[in-house]
């Protein structure tokens, strides 16, 4: 796994492909690539395995809807590239993907990951040895990369504090709700959570 880790952790998404459309870019880049951490010198790293799009203009799920510009919400209308990274509960962070130009507030969330690089510093920021359960879910993959909104909101994915390594297949996903947005109404149902099939590193089936 170390050595996997270092194969894949010095390269990056190229910065043009965030302006693609959300939804190709969330199914076709994001699922499968590597979202790598570097906190106090400790590389963290994990294979997106789940995610969530997010469409400010007409998402009723998202917090940018209609196109709100908010002190929370301004990161998602920079653009595609950066991480938009938020504070929920008083106790979970989540951590964003950017997409698209200037101006959209369109955002990815990561939901899940299968753990590649950096597990046993994981363990001891989640303060678990079940790897299993380290990053299947939003909060939980936060805490075990490192990943909090006061630090990380806005950081550009190409940098080397947080960053996203390209993916080196397609993989077949299955498209289902999102979850926990029973307020979000005609949008409540929308098949706009991916993850890949027959992975066991997500949050739920």
């Known amino acids: 796994m170390a050595m996997q880790a270092l194969e894949f952790s010095d390269k990056r998404i190229p910065r043009e492909h965030y302006c693609r459309d959300p939804f190709r870019f969330a199914k076709e880049e994001l699922l499968g690539a590597y979202l790598c951490s570097n906190i106090g010198g400790v590389l963290t790293a994990g294979k997106i395995t789940e995610l969530e799009v997010y469409i400010g203009s007409c998402d009723k799920a998202c917090h940018a809807y209609p196109n709100k510009l908010t002190k929370r919400t301004a990161t998602m209308f920079r653009q595609g590239g950066c991480a938009y990274v938020f504070f929920v509960y008083g106790m979970y962070n989540q951590f964003n993907v950017v ?6 507030a369109d955002a990815v ?28 879910g939003p909060g939980k993959l936060c805490r075990a990369l490192g990943i909090e909104a006061k630090t990380h909101d806005g950081v550009d994915l190409s940098g080397n504090l947080l960053w996203l390594a390209p993916n080196t297949q397609r993989y077949d996903f299955k498209a289902v709700p999102r979850v926990g947005i029973d307020y979000a109404q005609d949008y409540k149902d929308k098949p706009w959570r991916f993850y890949i099939k027959d992975n066991p590193f997500v949050s739920r089936k």
Do not use: F, H, S, Y
């Open 99 to 104: 997409v698209g130009p200037e101006g959209q």
């Open 109 to 136: 969330l990561i939901r899940a990951l299968e753990p590649v690089a950096g597990i046993e510093e994981m363990k001891k920021r989640r303060q678990t040895d079940d790897v299993k359960n380290l990053t299947t």
